[in-house]
């Protein structure tokens, strides 16, 4: 049995996030000693590392509660699982995709200026308020 200290302790997740999960239903609710403090088994350090493990991966709380339910079933095709993983795969990619953009147009946006001109004269801060040309340049 564990005390919530030492799920958080073992998980690295802080104890209100416990909590949180707990409200939410991706963790059970656990037993209480007669003082009221909560006792964990070892099957709620394995579900909240599996939770932290998917949240370390950027995985919604709803895709968290999908996987959840389908590990329930472990004798199920794996397809819903690996299609939630397909999905957040191309989120990532997307996201990733989008910070090249932005890394791209702060490239341009630094390179306008040596920093060597006034503030009025500052191409960096002519480029942030002309939002038509950094659209444009995509």
Do not use: W
């Amino acid at each position: 049995m564990y005390s919530i200290g030492d799920l958080s302790r073992r998980t690295g997740v802080k104890v209100p996030t416990i909590r949180y999960y707990e409200q939410t239903g991706l963790m059970t609710a656990p037993d209480r000693t007669v003082g009221n403090q909560r006792r964990y088994e070892a099957s709620d350090l394995e579900r909240l590392s599996f939770i932290r493990h998917a949240r370390d991966l950027g995985l919604s709380i709803e895709a968290i509660r999908e996987l959840i339910a389908l590990a329930a079933h472990p004798e199920r095709p794996c397809a819903d699982a690996d299609r939630i993983a397909a999905e957040h795969l191309a989120d990532v990619r997307e996201k990733i995709a989008r910070l090249k953009r932005l890394e791209h147009e702060l490239e341009r946006v630094v390179s306008l200026c040596d920093g060597n001109h006034t503030l009025g004269e500052c191409q960096v801060i002519r480029s942030l308020s002309d939002h038509g040309l950094c659209e444009s340049e995509h």
